[in-house]
């Protein structure tokens, strides 16, 4: 049987602020490398109940109860923001996708009580080991490396994290940090010029945007990836789904690269900055969360991403596909908003 390989090259362009990217406005240029939401802008965040209810998914609940659970969702119709929290849109030279989400991993999570609150200075619920990378100097955030084997991948509305309420210091919370780690999801692109015309096909992205990440091995899709080392911020491997075509199996060949700088979106970066590199995702609760350590019941917190156009590319001839073999390079993966339902 017949097989046409298809070999193309992806180009990943720094997911920081660039000339002509979407997030210009209010001199959003050259703020550090991380993605935070609005604290005060009212489309952030809400008290309605959710669509749906986090569940134990492949894990666990703690195991002495009650609990404070948190899962992700995510949502391609919440509101798009920019870097400061305010509504974003495409600009003009650039198109963007829903990411069809499978997987997403954190490797940090803390809750503090106001906008003045230092990260690292509230409640922090989860912080795995680290890896010392040695190449890095002590002074560098990135010395300090996580584990991917450790991370714990989750898929929509499973628990993602679960700790015993009665481990949280009382206070009041008026904000949840969550630092993403990684990323999994679908994307659609178009190979043009090939034996048998134009193809439309989609393909696995995994996506590394903790600051640095020591990796064993991964999978995507059907591979299983080998690295055996340190990834920094920014490290993505894309896995095109082969299709058939009048009965021929067209394969195209998998990409790997380094992006170098992710989204940031920190409104409160002024009162409590993000070290370089971060990929903190901030926001405020709808209303405040008191904890008195006399709970009795579990606290539940599902942390809505926006994935509404995440993946933005420059769109070169202005027909709103993804066509990385015209030289269309990805300028932007980072998630869109996130804001917390609490029940």
Known sequence: MKTIFLLFTILFYHCNILPGSENKDNNEQGIQSLLVLSATSPTSRTNSSPSATCTAGSGTTCSSPPCLNICFRFNSEQERLGNTGKIASIPTGNAGQNPNFKLIAAHYYEMSQNALTPLGGGNILFQPATVTDTSYPATDVKRNAFNFADLNKTK???IALSVPIKNITPATYQYLRISLAYQEYDVSLRINNTAVGSLDFTGRLSSFVGVNTYITQYTNNDETVAVNGFKAQGYWYFNPSAITVSGFPINPTSSTGQSP?????????ATSPIPSGSCVVTNSFDSPITIT??????INIVASLSTNKSFE????????????????????????GIKFTVY
């Open 156 to 158: 929509e509305y499973d």
């Open 313 to 336: 590319w420059k769109d070169l001839n202005g027909n709103g596909i993804w066509e990385p073999a015209e030289g269309e390079t990805v300028v932007d993966m980072g998630l869109r």
């Open 293 to 298: 350590g006399t709970e009795t019941k579990d």
């Open 261 to 269: 700088g992710t989204t940031v979106v920190n409104p409160i970066f």
